[in-house]
C-alpha cells in the first residue's frame, strides 16, 4: 500500500521557521509536493518537487520563503519554511502523483496532514 507521513507541524510565531518532512512508502512517484488548507478556504498548492530529475514549482505567497528539497533514495521532500506568517496558518498536506503534467493537479495521494499554526 502507498502512504504518506508528514511531520514537522506545529506552533510559532511570526517571523520563525518550520521544517516539515514527508516519506513516501509503497512506490516511487513522479513528483510530490505540498498543500494547504485554512479554516473556510479551498485547498492551496503551495510547492512541488519532481522527484527523478530536477524542477521545483512554487504558488506565490511562499515564493522566497520556502523551499522544497527532496531525498530521492529515501523518497522523503522537505518543505523549509521560513519568515512565517499568520496567512500561513493552515493544515499542510503532502502530496504525490504518478504522472507528469500540470504540476498543480493531478495528485493521487495524499497524507493526513500536519497543523500549521503561525500566531502574530
Known amino acids: 500500500q502507498v502512504q504518506l507521513v508528514e511531520s514537522g507541524g506545529g506552533l510559532v510565531q511570526a517571523g520563525d521557521s518550520l521544517r516539515l518532512s514527508c516519506a513516501a512508502s509503497g512506490r516511487t512517484f513522479m513528483y510530490m509536493g505540498w498543500f494547504r488548507q485554512a479554516p473556510g478556504k479551498e485547498r492551496e498548492f503551495v510547492a512541488s518537487?519532481?522527484?527523478?530529475?530536477?524542477?521545483?514549482y512554487y504558488n506565490d505567497p511562499v515564493k522566497g520563503r520556502f523551499t522544497i528539497s527532496k531525498d530521492g533514495a529515501k523518497n522523503t521532500v522537505h518543505l523549509q519554511m521560513n519568515s512565517l506568517k499568520p496567512e500561513d496558518t493552515a493544515v499542510y498536506y503532502c502530496?504525490?502523483?504518478?504522472?507528469?503534467?500540470?504540476?498543480?493537479?493531478?495528485?493521487?495521494?495524499w497524507g493526513q496532514g500536519t497543523q500549521v499554526t503561525v500566531s502574530s
Open positions: 518537487t519532481r522527484m527523478i530529475n530536477s524542477g521545483t
Open positions: 502530496a504525490a502523483k504518478n504522472s507528469y503534467g500540470i504540476t498543480t493537479l493531478n495528485y493521487e495521494s
